[in-house]
């Protein structure tokens, strides 16, 4: 498979995670209301696809059909305080990686990406800021195009 493009860029903030959907019965107006569990999804998807947007446009990466898709994601996370100053750096702890996997898929799809099973493979990290602050909370998302038409 040949690699025809990549985009990469950085989303600024604490990452978070899709959570599970929630769904509950109200009598009052006779329906089914349907939320998430997170509410700083809605605003975190809304941040991973402005700067998705932002990136295509300065790189010129175009979703095509008939294309595979590698994404390489390292969150980085907010160090807490009572965390010991020794050099810890992977972090194991909630949230799960793979809900913040979700919350960047769902963010990417529709601009850079058509539908998130167009992904064919996923790198991901979780790790702690350093503790010298010199890198922010966020996400590093890197997408890689393949061509899927051409004979392994």
């Keep these: 498979m040949i690699a025809n493009d990549k985009v990469s ?3 600024a903030g604490e990452p978070v ?23 700083n999804l809605k605003a975190w998807r809304g941040r ?5 947007q932002r990136a295509q446009e300065r790189s010129h990466f175009y979703r095509e059909d008939g294309c595979a898709y590698s994404v390489d994601l390292v969150f980085a996370m ?8 020794k050099s810890v750096t992977l972090h194991t702890k909630k949230p799960d990686l793979d809900k913040l996997i979700r919350s960047v898929l769902d963010g990417i799809t529709g601009i850079l990406i058509r539908d998130d099973s167009e ?5 991901a990290t979780k790790r702690y800021v350093t503790r010298f602050g010199d890198d922010p909370p966020g996400v590093k998302i890197e997408i ?3 061509n899927r038409t051409v004979p392994l």
């Excluded at 995670?17 to 998430?36: C, E, M, N, R, W």
């Excluded at 991973?48 to 998705?52: D, G, M, P, T, W």
């Excluded at 992904?119 to 790198?123: A, D, G, P, R, Y």
């Design 144 to 146: 890689t195009r393949w």
């Design 48 to 52: 991973i696809a402005n700067e998705s």
């Design 17 to 39: 995670p899709q959570g599970a959907l929630k769904s509950f019965y109200v009598k009052k107006i006779d329906k089914v209301v349907t939320t998430h569990g997170n509410r």
């Design 78 to 85: 907010s160090r807490p305080k009572a965390l010991p100053k």
């Design 9 to 11: 860029f950085f989303v």
């Design 119 to 123: 992904v064919c493979s996923i790198v």
